[in-house]
């Protein structure tokens, strides 16, 4: 992993996205205790989690202009949009305007901005390091994440009850500020298999409406063609239970302490995953198939004894090891997915995996959020455990899931990532081709 940091542009990413996510991990906390102390109902911090998470349903309608626009410009402009948007909640406390419709409507442009992020980082990396250095880019990339999120989770909840909430936002706004300043710096090469893009022009030479849709329609086409198709499942049951565990996390934690309680669950969550991201280039090797189900059965073993601990610290520690599969998973899936799609298209199918596979968490965070109201937050603490022994039944019940060979043999999969038991249809017509350059459905 020291290579990794040889490289200056790698290095100038990977700060920024420290920097950034730092603040963000401070802004996470406060925003949702904010409603929660505001309303005193967890009703509006499911709300409040629905109007955050659906943005991440519109991402696959961000993906073509990932692609399509300079992806230093898409990081800079969305980072100095975000900086002066959370600036919106500590003017309005200190003009004594502030409310829960006004949190409410800065949380989803907040996050409708972010939306553009993930996915261009995701789809720059491959332009910033060598194939062989993709799982440890990504797990470096998820360290910057998680990392933050179990130190500034933690701190987030101590500083709400020491100086409150608004104050938080205002820190927020000097780490956009600094990521700015990082991502102005990167040096990015030009995506490989440039014919793609230049077929799109060629279909609108403006780039206008007819040449988005078809850059979409790509990115469809190429999804439906591979073994991506089948790993929406895992995730549509499975994140409407967590959206609903994030709705009622809030009131969970205010039963067992207070604001540091539950910054303490949401450190401890972001340290499983982090466990979990750092140890994935160990598992490059796995079978992802059987990867994922060893994984959430132990996942969802240590979730339901975190709720049933007697102490506040142990419910802490052993709900963070619930997460560790998460860490892992993701950053293989990442880098598997990166193998497997052609670098002019990343963006729009990160989009498109992205947008499919949470765009039922926010519907769950607000039944969640009414469940809470109506039978408690441990009921609904309960119902997100299942989501992870939902993982395990179904990628054990899909044989193109079960028997999936280790990340880096994704190139095994066939042309376009298909496997004989997908079922899944192989793409066709004009689209496709556009879609994987000279030969529909190949790499």
Known sequence: MRDL?????????????????AGDSLYAVAAMWLVYSLSGSTFYTGLAGFLTMGPQALQVFVGPLVDRWPVRSVLVSTQALQGVLVLVIPL??????????????????????????YPAQTAVLPRLVEREQLTAANSALSFAYQGTDMVFNGLAGLLVAAIGATALYLVDSVTFAAAVALFVGLHIPPAENPDDDAGADAADPDGGQSGYVTDLRAGFSFVRGTV?????????????????????????????????????????????????ALSAPRFDGVPFGRLSIGAFAAGAVAWFAAL?????????????????????????????????????????????IGSASTAIMP??????????????????????????????????????????????????????????????????????????????GAD
């Open 5 to 21: 940091f040889r490289n200056a542009d790698f290095a100038r990413l990977f700060a920024g996205r420290l920097v950034t996510n």
């Open 92 to 117: 309005a406390a200190w003009l004594g305007v502030l409310s829960v419709p006004l949190v409410l409507v800065v949380m989803p442009a907040v996050a409708l901005l972010n939306q553009f992020v």
């Open 228 to 276: 991506l198709v089948w790993m929406f499942g895992t995730g549509i049951v499975a994140n409407a239970l967590l959206g609903a565990t994030i709705a009622v996390l809030p009131a969970f934690a205010a039963a067992r302490g207070g604001p540091g309680t539950y910054g303490l669950l949401m450190a401890g969550v972001s340290a499983g995953i982090l466990v979990g």
């Open 308 to 352: 049933a601990a007697p102490s506040t610290t142990a419910t802490v520690v052993v709900f963070s090891l619930a997460f560790v599969p998460i860490g892992v998973t993701n950053v293989v899936a990442a880098a598997m997915m990166q193998r497997l799609v052609p670098e002019s298209l990343l963006g729009r199918v990160t989009a498109l």
């Open 363 to 440: 519907l769950g965070s607000l039944l969640g959020g009414a469940a809470g109201d109506a039978f408690g937050a441990p009921a609904v603490m309960v119902a997100g455990g299942l989501g992870m022994l939902w993982i395990v039944v179904y990628v054990a019940a899909i044989p193109a899931l079960r028997t999936l060979p280790p990340a880096v043999e994704a190139e095994t999969l066939g042309p376009a990532g298909s496997t004989p038991d997908a079922g899944a249809e192989e793409p066709t017509g004009p689209a496709d081709a556009d879609a994987n350059g000279e030969t529909a």
